[in-house]
């Protein structure tokens, strides 16, 4: 994932092993989240010229890396190859027995004698300890700054440096902004760093195909982690071909213990900024109801295995809980709107309404199932064991339209 510190580690881990490798260290920058990455034959070429600068060297890729292992022979040299694009570009890179190959990548990808390492975001304590080390007034905040930062390093280090460059800004005022979910990539900024954490997130979705970009939009009205078959249902993904591609970019990140998925909390911001890009179509609305329609049916077949109930009848068609949007509804503020969601039974004499939530979450929030009314001759408000439902005669409450009263 990007931010997370991949090439501070490498950087680190190449000053102690300086003693090891006496021969040279060589910097490789493969630029591969770069629209034009850097070709195998010009980082074969860089470190050739590293120790002969002079030289006139040929262009084809085959015998520059016949020369680059000629050179290596014999020596202890360690290549650092920062921010690879994929194993092709790196392939030609694998040096000769003495040397060692350093690589930092966003994508995940195997090689021959290639050990991989994921990198996690930083535990608690030393997310807090990296938030006062850069700005020692946050004092006591400094926790709930690195829970809403995601204990990202990337993010954390642009806030704490905002907050040491901006000495007007209190860090209670901050944390206050940080709350506000529509807005926390832009508040927290690029100080301190190159490129802000949305920036960085940005390079890994621009090399996206256009599946890959409309299913990981798609993943943001998931509240927290998710399953393989939660996507195939939510996103239209049955084959998990576009599961497996954000895997392997590093935008969905993988329990191997649950064997579920889940999205950082930035990242999950990050693709909800997106989901109402018009090039996917407006997807968020469809992604939204079948992940509220999913979580509704899986609620209620969960308590009739639990009550030892076969299955479940209604006397209304389970389409009533898929949630419909009022055809003359306008969007609020933000891009959420008002949604009308009536019963799709002609003969039912109730209705199923709800209204949109903020913009800045999931329309349909963690617990969306609870959220639902079914139609029901219960006196309103009871408890049920699905949650509170409402009982209602009139099948306009979301909003005033004439549609809704139809």
């Known amino acids: 994932q990007g931010g997370v510190g991949k090439t501070e580690l490498a950087l680190a881990a190449a000053k102690k092993l300086d003693s090891r490798f006496p021969d040279g260290q060589i910097l490789v920058a493969l630029r591969g989240t770069d629209p034009e990455p850097l070709s195998a034959a010009e980082a074969l070429a860089a470190v050739i010229s590293r120790f002969e600068p002079d030289a006139r060297l040929p262009e084809d890729a085959g015998k520059l890396q016949a020369l680059y292992l000629s050179l290596l022979h014999d020596k202890k040299v360690l290549v650092l190859a920062d921010n690879a694009r994929d194993a092709a570009q790196v392939r030609p890179l694998l040096p000769p027995p003495g040397s060692l190959l350093l690589v930092t990548a966003r994508t995940r990808f195997a090689l021959p004698g290639l050990a991989a390492i994921d990198l996690d975001c930083l535990a608690e304590p030393e997310a807090v300890q990296l938030l006062q080390k850069i700005c020692p007034r946050i004092g006591g905040r400094a926790a709930a700054i690195a829970k809403k930062c995601g204990r990202l390093p990337l993010a954390l280090r642009a806030a704490a440096s905002l907050l040491e460059v901006r000495c007007d800004i209190d860090p209670a005022d901050y944390l206050r902004d940080l709350s506000v979910e529509a807005d926390r990539l832009q508040t927290i900024g690029a100080e301190g760093g190159e490129i802000g954490i949305e920036a960085s997130l940005g390079l890994s979705y621009a090399r996206l195909p256009a599946a890959a970009q409309r299913v990981f939009c798609a993943l943001a009205v998931f509240p927290a982690d998710f399953d393989a078959a939660a996507v195939a249902v939510v996103c239209g993904d049955?084959?998990?071909?576009?599961?497996?591609?954000?895997?392997?970019?590093?935008?969905?990140?993988?329990?191997?213990?649950?064997?579920?998925?889940?999205?950082?909390?930035?990242?999950?911001?990050?693709?909800?900024?997106?989901?109402?890009?018009?090039?996917?179509?407006?997807?968020?609305?469809?992604?939204?109801?079948?992940?509220?329609?999913?979580?509704?049916?899986?609620?209620?077949?969960?308590?009739?295995?639990?009550?030892?109930?076969?299955?479940?009848?209604?006397?209304?068609?389970?389409?009533?809980?898929?949630?419909?949007?009022?055809?003359?509804?306008?969007?609020?503020?933000?891009?959420?709107?008002?949604?009308?969601?009536?019963?799709?039974?002609?003969?039912?004499?109730?209705?199923?309404?709800?209204?949109?939530?903020?913009?800045?979450?999931?329309?349909?929030?963690?617990?969306?199932?609870?959220?639902?009314?079914?139609?029901?001759?219960?006196?309103?408000?009871?408890?049920?064991?699905?949650?509170?439902?409402?009982?209602?005669?009139?099948?306009?409450?979301?909003?005033?339209?004439?549609?809704?009263?139809?």
Do not use: M
């Not at 609620?299 to 009533?320: A, M, Q, T």
């Not at 349909?364 to 309103?380: H, M, Q, T, V």
């Open 238 to 406: 049955g084959g998990q071909a576009e599961l497996g591609t954000l895997f392997r970019y590093s935008l969905v990140e993988f329990d191997h213990q649950e064997g579920r998925y889940c999205l950082h909390d930035l990242t999950r911001l990050f693709a909800a900024a997106r989901i109402y890009d018009p090039a996917h179509g407006g997807e968020r609305l469809p992604a939204e109801e079948r992940h509220a329609c999913a979580r509704t049916k899986s609620s209620l077949d969960g308590w009739g295995r639990l009550k030892g109930i076969g299955f479940l009848s209604f006397p209304f068609p389970l389409e009533v809980l898929w949630p419909t949007p009022c055809p003359t509804a306008k969007p609020r503020s933000g891009g959420s709107g008002c949604y009308g969601l009536r019963s799709l039974g002609a003969a039912s004499t109730n209705s199923v309404a709800k209204r949109a939530s903020r913009p800045s979450r999931s329309i349909y929030g963690e617990n969306a199932w609870r959220n639902y009314r079914l139609p029901s001759r219960r006196r309103p408000n009871r408890q049920t064991p699905f949650g509170r439902y409402v009982c209602c005669r009139r099948p306009a409450l979301a909003c005033n339209c004439p549609a809704a009263r139809n």
